[in-house]
């Protein structure tokens, strides 16, 4: 196993292509670290500089604490699986898993050995004599993760590995990546652009923009806390809904004044808030804190009234997309017995204890103290 990290890593190409700018991460030996972000934002470019397939511009990368920046891929003893699998047609699926041993002058022996114990942890023991283009897509997974796993690497690398798959076998390969994890224990950093894989298989997410890293955190921690709107809106669908208001101080108290609707700030919020009294902010609902139901939102239910534009039945719940007078997209997850029509009327309620503000210049989340 390896720590991992990363200081002030940058990746600028020949062009002047920016790919990369100044990241600095740890990644500690043992972790399951995702790397989350839209296409282009550097994840990959990243994941390639670790493994030795990109050269690093400016910066350090230690592995264990040594500097590798100059040690060539095949010496750094990190595995990485990509996205097309890049298995050798022409081999069977056990010549593909035993080549890289053999290229290490591993005994024969200890190769069979290794090849038969992983085989049967992937539940492909059954296809060794078979060549790639006899698998499905889930079989050819499973065999570059086998082909990897034989090296007994320190790190192992996954770029997109399951991007290929479909929905069904999507969940079943994450499932399986997470028990692998689990039983190994090896470090393993995991590239993706599916919100899903990010909240349940890593143990910190690590999201990317334009290059830079924008938040790294525990899945719930980073879902709870956005550090920006572009976090807020990226993680999760459906994302957060953002809506520009004004936080205002009244006799009555702290409202937020919307487009359409207004909001009772809970005065717990005061001192938090308190730098963006009487300003523009932008106001953060979760889908899944609009209830149809004002018992459902709590004690501290707001009526927020809608128009009803589109519903969208995914069985156990229910997405609305809705519109406030004043033009505010709004989205629901709601309860799969929902009561709404689309073109109707219908008043949603929110938990203002669970609203989120972000300042309207730099779009960083305003911190306070969460209720329960």
């Not at 570059?144 to 929905?167: H, I, K, T, W, Y």
């Not at 393993?188 to 938040?215: F, L, P, S, Y």
């Not at 572009?230 to 809904?241: D, G, I």
């Amino acid at each position: 196993m390896a720590s991992i990290e990363l200081r002030s890593v940058s990746k600028i190409y020949d062009n002047g292509a920016r790919a990369v700018h100044n990241v600095s991460l740890e990644i500690a030996d043992g972790e399951f670290m995702i790397f989350l972000g839209p296409s282009g934002c550097g994840k990959s470019t990243t994941l390639r500089m670790i493994a030795g397939l990109e050269t690093i511009s400016s910066g350090d990368l230690l592995i264990d604490g040594a500097r590798v920046n100059d040690v060539d891929p095949a010496r750094r003893d990190i595995a990485i699986v990509f996205q097309n699998y890049a298995l050798y047609p022409h081999m069977s699926v056990r010549d593909n898993m035993a080549f890289g041993l053999k290229l290490r002058t591993v005994p024969a022996q200890e190769i069979a050995r290794r090849i038969d114990e992983i085989a049967e942890m992937l539940d492909v023991t059954h296809l060794l004599d078979r060549r790639p283009s006899q698998l499905s897509g889930g079989q050819r997974q499973r065999v570059a993760l086998g082909r990897a796993l034989v090296r007994e690497p320190r790190a192992f690398l996954l770029d997109e590995p399951l991007s290929n798959l479909d929905a069904k076998l999507r969940a079943v390969m994450r499932t399986e990546l997470i028990k692998l994890h689990r039983r190994l224990r090896t470090t393993m950093i995991h590239v993706t652009h599916d919100q899903v894989e990010a909240m349940t298989m890593g143990q910190r997410i690590c999201i990317m923009r334009d290059g830079e890293i924008v938040q790294v955190g525990a899945p719930l921690d980073v879902y709870r806390d956005p550090a920006d709107t572009f976090v807020a809106s990226f993680l999760a669908t459906p994302p957060m809904n953002l809506v520009p208001a004004r936080l205002e101080r009244r006799q009555d108290g702290l409202r937020l004044r919307a487009p359409g609707f207004e909001i009772a700030v809970p005065d717990s919020f005061g001192s938090a808030y308190a730098s963006h009294m009487e300003m523009e902010v932008i106001l953060g609902i979760r889908p899944e804190d609009l209830h149809e139901r004002e018992a459902d939102a709590g004690p501290n239910a707001q009526p927020i009234p809608v128009s009803i534009e589109t519903i969208e039945s995914l069985g156990p719940e229910t997405i609305l997309t809705t519109k406030t007078a004043g033009g505010s997209d709004l989205s629901a997850r709601v309860a799969d017995r929902s009561r709404a029509s689309v073109g109707a009327g219908q008043t949603l309620h929110f938990d203002a204890r669970h609203l989120h503000l972000f300042d309207k210049e730099t779009t960083k989340l305003l911190p306070r103290e969460h209720i329960l």
